[in-house]
């Protein structure tokens, strides 16, 4: 993380929201204040015979409209505060889509990479374990987010369930498919976002043939972005991950990239392209630029080289509040994390729901019904902007927040 505090910036920007709103004291104050933050001591057992302790979180921001949802995220750069900001996103992210669903985050500080897959596995489920009392089908529901994926979810479904003394499949989404995941979740992410994409160049009157893309992340949300771009007949001039970033301006192929990163690792080093900086690749001239890897990306520092037409947000809080106010200031429309990435977790409520059912849906219906859900947030977060003149953030937070808020009143408070 840089100096940018993300949990600070995220309080802000709800703040602002709502200010717009008129709420009380009371239920701004209620807003501002995660539900349960538990951090754990993940003990692992080493491959090398010794121990060693990782931090671990679990954040519930809010559960008024429905259990906490939220992915978790291993990384060296993890905070309490990083976390918290997350879980609140979350809130926002469900509210914005109209899923039944609070908000949730959790983390361990640690560098996956340098894990054995054992020990990767030893400590997911202690982790895991350190948990298992604040999470279930009906309370709080993880999912996968940076460095983790269905195998992880495999390993924690298992865990939990042990202690159950039973299958609960429903404890997790993001699962492997062949244990009750959902058809489409792999990519949802990414589909979701390329949804809003359409719909943005739609409003915009923008014929989507001949439109560049560049994508900044090459993970799940990043890789799926590309492809899927890619195979809708958009050129994805350049892409990148924590390794390096590669040009191509006559398009790269995503398909082969990932096929180079698997043998080595990174995209860099990819044949037909020129390596370039991380830094050069978000200011390339584009149409849509994807960012999808982490937080703090697009700050004051970069945002007025950025050369883009569409930001549309597959990571969460890539773009700072100062980035954000020079992007809009340079006609930048701005997709914000809250609607772009939500795709991802309204295919992790689909596949809550086959998994209650015991009935799974096709992939074209999966598809279909994550678009009906897409478009709809869309236009309904559009109708706002239009109507009360604000960005596409602060449009989406207005909508999200007056929903929490009004669940929060109609349950009351307890006692
Ligand atoms: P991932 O671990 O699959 O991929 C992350 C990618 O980002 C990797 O390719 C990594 O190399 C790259 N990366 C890391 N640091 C980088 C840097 N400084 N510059 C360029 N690339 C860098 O994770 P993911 O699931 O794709 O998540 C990416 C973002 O999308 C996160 O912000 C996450 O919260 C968000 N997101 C993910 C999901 C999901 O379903 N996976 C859903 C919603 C939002």
């Known amino acids: 993380m840089t100096d940018n505090n993300v949990w600070q910036m995220t309080l802000d920007r709800l703040d602002a929201t709502m200010d717009l709103l008129n709420l009380t004291p009371g ?131 298992d865990t939990y369930s042990i202690d159950e003394g039973h299958a609960v499949p429903g404890v997790v989404t993001g699962k492997p498919i062949e244990m009750g995941g959902s058809l489409g979740r792999e990519y949802a992410t990414s589909l979701g976002c390329v949804y809003t994409i359409l719909s943005t160049l739609k409003v915009k009157g923008i ?63 990819y044949r037909d392209a020129e390596d370039i900086s991380p830094e050069d690749l978000l200011v390339l001239e584009c149409d849509v630029l994807v960012p999808a890897a982490l937080e703090n990306q697009i700050t004051e520092a970069n945002a007025a080289d950025i050369k883009a037409s569409i930001v549309a947000e597959a990571a969460n809080a890539p773009t700072t509040p100062k980035g954000e106010e020079i992007l809009l200031k340079n006609g930048v429309f701005v997709i914000p994390d809250t609607l772009c990435n939500a795709g991802g977790v309204t295919v992790s409520y689909f596949e809550w729901v086959q998994g209650n059912l015991s009935y799974f849906w096709s992939e074209r219906e999966v598809k279909l019904k994550l678009r009906d859900i897409m478009e709809k947030a869309f236009y309904e977060v559009y109708k706002v902007v239009q109507d009360k003149k604000v960005d596409m953030r602060t449009a989406a937070s207005l909508l999200a927040v007056e929903r929490v808020a009004r669940a929060i009143k109609l349950r009351g408070i307890y006692p």
């Open 27 to 157: 239920i701004r104050k209620y807003l501002r204040t995660p539900r349960k933050i538990l951090e754990v001591a993940v003990t692992v057992k080493m491959d090398n015979g010794d121990i060693d302790i990782f931090t671990g979180f679990r954040i519930q921001h809010n559960t008024n409209r429905g259990p906490a949802k939220g992915g978790i995220r291993y990384h060296p750069d993890v905070t309490r505060d990083e976390i918290k900001a997350l879980a609140l996103l979350m809130t926002l992210k469900c509210t914005v889509v109209g899923i039944p669903f609070g908000g949730a985050k959790g983390g361990v500080v640690v560098d996956p990479k340098k894990l054995s897959l054992r020990e990767l596995e030893n400590l997911t489920r202690r982790y895991t374990f350190e948990i298992i009392n604040n999470i279930g089908p009906d309370t709080d529901i993880p999912a996968p987010d940076v460095n983790t994926n269905p195998q992880v979810m495999a390993w924690i479904m």
């Open 207 to 269: 014929d989507t043939t001949d439109l560049d893309a560049v994508v900044q992340g090459f993970g799940n949300a990043g890789y799926h972005c590309a492809r899927i771009l890619y195979d809708m007949g958009f050129k994805i001039i350049a892409v990148s991950d924590s390794g390096g970033a590669i040009l191509n301006k006559k398009g790269l192929d995503p398909y082969r990239v990932l096929e180079h990163k698997d043998k080595t690792k990174s995209v860099k080093g």
